[in-house]
């Protein structure tokens, strides 16, 4: 398709007139299911429960993407900034026809812009399902997908649906397994399976390690999550750190869940630049 110069400012003004950031009104949802129909369409994913969505540049995933926050985490994670994404019934239902026509409206945008749609959350995979069929739709249309996960639920794509991602956002939380069941209350191991499948399918990994000072920031846990990403080897682009905030501290308060950061600090630049420096040293990329 041969794209003007006028159609892509038309298209980003449209997308800033229609105030995207965390609406659901233009989705449709069923109406008259019974909870077994429900539960029903969300295991064989025709129905997904949706938190929120919004389109942003460069931050998950390249180009102008859209990102899709599914409802629903089995982890539970002490430095979580959306802990109102943790129930998948508390989302709004999307029929998977709904969730693909919004995604074919910005086909152009994300050929222009060489972005595509990330499915977050939440965690995506507690509705695999419907994850992957809106993914094999997307790479019908030839747009880029992305998967933002915790690898926790891997196991729940087949190499098939694997197929259909291009790029992975692969949260590795900790290097220490007794850290990353204190940190998320889950354990190491899928997400280690599920690196070492991405990078034997020849998929893209970004890599995010959050690092919170007194729970993450161990030299040794550093090491060991550092050597983790070493097994999926070339299938890493880069490594980011994210420092830890308190950002998400307000919505622990709002649902009234005890919040377990309350009094830690963002890490100082000089234990960003130790940690950086490690991963550095194992031949990444780091940012
Ligand atoms: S995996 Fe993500 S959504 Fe789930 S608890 Fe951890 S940070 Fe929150």
Known sequence: MNIKSNDLKNLHSSMQNSKLTGRLAGFESPTGLSKTEI???VRTGSLGFVHSWDMSTSVDGPGTRMTVFMSG???????CQNPDTW???DGKPVLL????????SYKDIFKITRGGITFSGGEAMMQS???SKVFEAAKNMGIHTCLDTSGFLGDRFSDRDLNNVDLCLLDVKSGDEK???EVTGGELQPTIDFGKRLAAAGKKIWVRFVLVPDLTDDEQNVE???KICELFAEAVEHVDVLPFHQLGRAKWHELNIPYPLEKTKSPSAELINRVKKQFENHG???Y
């Not at 026809?97 to 074919?104: H, N, Q, R, V």
Request: overall charge positive; charged content about 25%.
């Open 284 to 286: 990444f990329v780091v």
């Open 87 to 89: 129930k998948m019934r």
């Open 179 to 181: 850290i990353y069941r």
């Open 129 to 131: 399902a419907f994850v």
């Open 73 to 79: 985490c089995p982890l539970r994670c002490q430095y």
């Open 39 to 41: 539960s029903q369409a």
């Open 97 to 104: 026809d709904a969730m693909i026509k919004k995604i074919e």
């Open 224 to 226: 060991k999550t550092a």
